[in-house]
């Protein structure tokens, strides 16, 4: 636990120095040179009051992010193998006392019906997530699955990268997981803050606080160079949690070289027989959730910030200007809910949690081509090579969006081409035209070739 500071981090959010509104603005003006800040920096932005100087952040996470990522948004699902569990964790419906809970474990033919919906919708990239259970969530069972995920293909339709979302493992065990060929590795420390991490997981292995803190440690050192990481917020103050979430990133990128592919921002929700999510201890309301998700913009400039379907629309859209660059969208949190809900866009009984964006993909798809986003569908980076120290390189001098542009628009092309409503391409083609003016003349040409395989029928192109 050295990197976790707690006195440290608690006398950084009580200093009344990082009150100061000059300070303030002289690290906001420092941000927009995208090579990240200091956890004191962080603190200082968490404590801004003045509107005018939070809107002024808000505009400069906005910029950020677009020097490095541009205007994409990478779309994925995540799809649940089962919801047994032998944790006990008191926000989650999945916990082990939940008895009104129905438990399921999908088989692989399961599976591949629950792929084959997804690919119709248009997916190409999935999050695999399991509860813990020795039995039903094993690295066999995992091998099984992501191989008869792979193998799904419908008219040229199909998954090209999974991550996965499980619990910590050994380095052996982490070493196996590499040979599926799967992306990046994501693992949750849910709160930073020691007793109300013992107090919110009484029972079960993920009570184990440090074996759950390193998990990135083993991962990275069994070969797995992508790793995302993520804290719930909402039970604790947002302020430590958001600190804390920091120390973690530049831990891993002092230690290894390599900071957190991704980080997830997901806010407490009411889950099924769950109470402290019926009544977040800590509930962040939506004006410091938007200030948090802007300060780890500019403070972990080169990360993929990730927001899940928890949010409502109107504040997504809201969110999304804030430095997002990878969304989900159409989720179910449940295993077997996609192929039960193909008739209903309903929330699922059986749900980890309470969503509170039930559209699909497509609808989805639309409304960010409407705010100006450029919805990307790429998994390239993941197979050529550019994962762990080659990707970090390419996204902290914020080269990234050269190779991000075509692929993005390629996928984009080939969802429109495929998937997408009518209604949809009518917004769509038109953006694409002016997502493509953007570029300079030699990518607009290879662009435009890119596009021009895609409508001949050619699938998966990128470079």
Known sequence: MEFINEEYLNSLIDD???????YQKEIIEKSKLAKGLTLEESAALLNIN???????MFHTAK???????????????????????????????????????????????????????????????????????????ELGFIGEAVKAIYNVNINGGNIRRININTAPMSIDDFKVLKSFEVGTYQCFQETYHYDTYMKMHPSGPKKDYSYRLYAMDRAIQAGIDDVGIGALF?????????????????????????GPHTISVPRLEPANNAPVAEKPPFAVSDDDFKKLVAIIRLAVPYTGIILST??????????????????????????GAYKE???????????????????????????????????????????????GDRFMALAKTGKIGKLCAPNALATFKEYLNDFASEETKKTALAAIEKFIKNEDEALQNKINKMIERVDKGERDVFF
């Open 16 to 22: 009344k120095k990082l009150f100061d509104v000059s």
């Open 63 to 137: 910029e950020v992010k677009e020097k490095i990522y541009g205007n994409r948004l990478v779309l994925f699902a995540p799809l649940y193998l089962t919801n047994l569990c032998v944790n006990n964790c008191l926000y989650c419906a999945f916990r082990r006392d939940n008895k009104e809970l129905t438990r399921v474990t999908l088989s692989l033919d399961d599976i591949k019906s629950e792929t084959k919906y997804l690919v119709e919708q248009g997916h190409k990239r999935l999050l695999l997530v399991a509860g813990e259970h020795p039995k039903k969530s």
């Open 310 to 335: 928890r949010e409502r629309p109107e504040l997504r859209r809201e969110v999304f200007e804030l430095g997002i660059s990878q969304i989900s969208a159409g989720s179910r949190t449940s295993p």
């Open 341 to 387: 809900s193909q008739d209903s866009m309903e929330e699922h009984q059986m749900e980890q949690f309470q969503l509170g964006d039930h559209r699909s993909l497509d609808q989805v798809v639309k409304d960010c081509t409407e705010l100006g986003y450029l919805p990307s569908f790429c998994t390239a980076c993941y197979r050529s090579d550019r994962t």
């Open 234 to 258: 909402g039970l604790t103050d947002y302020k430590f949690e958001t600190l804390a979430l920091l120390s973690h990133a530049i831990y891993l990128d002092h230690t290894y070289g390599i």
């Open 50 to 56: 003045d509107p005018e100087v939070l809107n002024e």
